[in-house]
């Protein structure tokens, strides 16, 4: 018998009295921003803590940021449904007829801040939305709030907004900008640094967040408007469904506890976070000095919150054109 034969079968016998070791799971996910940005830095990396310190290390979490596993935020529901990764970041807007319900947390409506919109969607979630996510298991649904408007001039009345070039929060907003007097111009946020750099812009609505670094609008807006009608992009966490019934019992358990509630809070918490980072960075930095900060008057909010009940009304007919015929009820739901 040859030397290799005899360790072969050292080997196995070896095998068969010796316990298997069994090796930790990991759970890829596709985030398409940067490293830095704080859902990764905050969002996720308490997801990967929590999950591998109640898993014993059995079961851990690897983020590939920056699009790795796919360029870009389109695609992001269609590659956790079909398992290019595990658990995927993405915003609903993006594919609006999958979610067009979830959609209504958009327009301004009740809700201020990021918790306060995502306890709002988590009230209606099991009669209104729920069966918008049957192709995955959803871990979280949660917002940011869209509270201020960053322009290169005073955009604080009806009259100033008049004719002026706007982005609106999502395309299902249009008829709100035009409501309110303002041109629509469909731009996703990556490109409004230069949209409003070059002119090809005059307004668009913002987080606090996008004022200061990583996106830096203070570099290119002369006005800061606040008072403004709040709006809300909404997000998913979503994890394929097979890779999650592939699980055991035990770390099935532990993606069970975490999702829901506590993810989607975690993930507003996340946004409302930063933007208080940028609002504490806005009271003390240099470049808020050639930043005018305007608060629209309680007459005109007033006025403004009329011509979003009448852009409302357009977007309800939208709905009910496409056979959707709830969606005043569920708008209503959201924000009683």
Same mark, same amino acid.
């Given at each position: ?8 079968? !050292? ?13 930790? @799971?990991?759970?890829? /996910? ?20 929590? +999950?591998? @310190?109640?898993? %014993? ?21 269609? =590659? ?6 595990? $658990?995927?970041? #993405? ?5 609006? &007829? ?7 947390? $958009? ?5 201020? *801040? ?21 192709? /995955? ?10 509270? +201020?408007? !960053? ?11 008049? #004719? ?16 309110? %007097?303002? /041109? ?20 668009? &609505? ?9 996106? *830096? ?10 008072? +403004? ?31 829901? @509630? ?26 808020? *000095? ?5 608060? /629209? ?11 979003? !009940?009448?852009?409302? @009304? ?13 969606? =005043? ?5 959201? *924000?009683?």
């Amino acid at each position: 018998m040859k030397m290799s034969s005899i360790l072969v079968g !050292a080997a196995i016998a070896i095998a068969g009295v010796l316990p298997v070791k069994s090796y930790a @799971e990991e759970l890829s /996910v596709a985030n398409f921003v940067p490293p830095q940005h704080h859902t990764n830095a905050v969002m996720f990396k308490w997801f990967a803590d929590t +999950v591998a @310190e109640r898993s %014993g290390g059995s079961l851990t979490v690897k983020v590939f940021p920056a699009g790795q596993l796919g360029a870009g935020p389109v695609q992001q529901y269609k =590659r956790a449904v079909e398992g290019v990764a595990d $658990i995927t970041f #993405g915003l609903q807007a993006y594919t609006p &007829t999958i979610f067009p319900k979830s959609m209504l947390i $958009i327009p301004p409506g009740k809700a201020t *801040n990021a918790k306060e919109a995502t306890e709002r969607l988590l009230a209606v979630y099991d009669d209104h939305l729920a069966d918008e996510y049957q192709d /995955v298991k959803l871990l979280g649904i949660f917002t940011t709030a869209g509270n +201020v408007w !960053a322009a290169t001039s005073d955009v604080s009345t009806l009259d100033k907004i008049k #004719g002026k070039k706007m982005v609106p929060y999502a395309a299902m907003t249009t008829p709100i900008v035009e409501a309110l %007097g303002g /041109v629509p111009v469909q731009m996703p946020v990556t490109e409004m640094y230069t949209g409003l750099s070059t002119g090809t812009i005059d307004a668009t &609505t913002a987080t606090y967040n996008n004022i200061t670094a990583p996106w *830096n609008f203070w570099d290119v807006s002369s006005h800061l408007v606040s008072n +403004v009608p709040v709006q809300h992009a909404v997000f998913f966490v979503a994890m394929n469904k097979e890779r999650y019934m592939g699980l055991s019992d035990e770390h099935r358990a532990i993606i069970d506890d975490l999702a829901g @509630e506590t993810f989607s809070l975690r993930g507003a918490a996340s946004f409302d976070g930063a933007d208080e980072k940028s609002l504490e960075m806005m009271q003390t930095a240099d470049q808020m *000095n050639k930043v005018t900060q305007v608060e /629209v008057s309680a007459e005109e909010r007033a006025k403004m919150d009329a011509a979003v !009940a009448e852009g409302l @009304e357009v977007i309800f007919a939208d709905y009910e054109s496409r056979g959707i015929t709830d969606a =005043r009820e569920v708008y209503n739901a959201i *924000n009683q």
